[in-house]
């Protein structure tokens, strides 16, 4: 099974966690179009749509999943905030949609009930998956993570310069930092969550102007360690979660 990135960004977010017969895709922020031609248009595998907040780069297009007979899950907030009567999800329960097994927990962003999400399959163990949000309260180190997908969005050295230099603005500046997760703030919840157990870390939505990928990576990989991979959700990223890949 993959992790596929078809888009990580304010342009639009979408994730596949894809195997020969299964998919779950991860944010409604690109057009159902393009998840089809990803998965070469066998829709049938689509176990169902997760959709952590209501912010256009994430749910832009729920609809058109909703009108394939595609079922959408998200909190209450999210659906009353976008006008949809679809699948409610709450943080405590566990769901089952085909192998994918999926429990959601709230995180801190400026939206009416932003979600994060545990995933397990089979195939893959235990995956976190976390995006827009200023940090992450609960710990999980129990749950001996094996696949960690989570934001680290910008650098308050990086932006506060930026500002320093006219480069931004100061109100922009203030909002991000409320909102979004910072290098520092991603580093001490890898440090808090890893274990033996940790094959896979893969840094989402870095901002365009406010991060430096290679720099995130390495100071990422200095926290993990040499038995840990580390990406960056970049458009066409894939991974390979596999447990047992041979």
């Not at 176990?47 to 999943?65: I, P, Q, R, T, W």
């Not at 405590?92 to 959601?104: A, L």
């Not at 997760?181 to 940790?198: D, G, P, R, V």
Request: with cysteine; proline share 2%; net charge negative.
């Amino acid at each position: 099974m993959k992790f596929r990135c078809l888009g990580s960004g304010s342009s639009g977010n979408c994730y596949l966690l894809e195997g020969e017969r299964e998919c779950l895709v991860i944010e409604a922020g690109l057009p159902f179009k393009i998840v089809k031609q990803a998965i070469d248009f066998e829709v049938g595998k689509i176990m169902g749509v997760l959709v952590s907040h209501e912010h256009g780069d994430h749910a832009k297009y729920v609809k058109e999943y909703q009108k394939a007979g595609i079922f959408v899950a998200m909190s209450n907030g999210t659906a009353e905030t976008i006008g949809s009567d679809d699948y409610i999800i709450r943080p405590g329960y566990w769901y089952q949609y085909g192998g994918f097994n999926i429990t959601p927990f709230k995180v801190v962003h400026d939206a009416a009930e932003p979600f994060g999400f545990i995933i397990r399959h089979e195939k893959i163990g235990t995956m976190l998956f976390v995006t827009d949000t200023e940090y992450i309260k609960p710990n999980f180190k129990a749950l001996k993570l094996n696949h960690v997908m989570v934001e680290c969005n910008y650098s308050q050295k990086i932006i506060d310069s930026r500002v320093s230099q006219g480069d931004t603005d100061k109100g922009l500046r203030d909002r991000v930092l409320q909102s979004h997760m910072e290098l520092e703030t991603c580093k001490s919840f890898i440090e808090a969550n890893k274990t033996a157990s940790l094959y896979n870390v893969c840094l989402l939505h870095l901002s365009d102007g406010n991060s430096n990928e290679s720099k995130f990576k390495e100071e990422i990989k200095q926290i993990v360690g040499a038995g840990t991979e580390v990406f960056v959700a970049d458009k066409g990223l894939e991974i390979v979660l596999d447990l047992c890949p041979f």
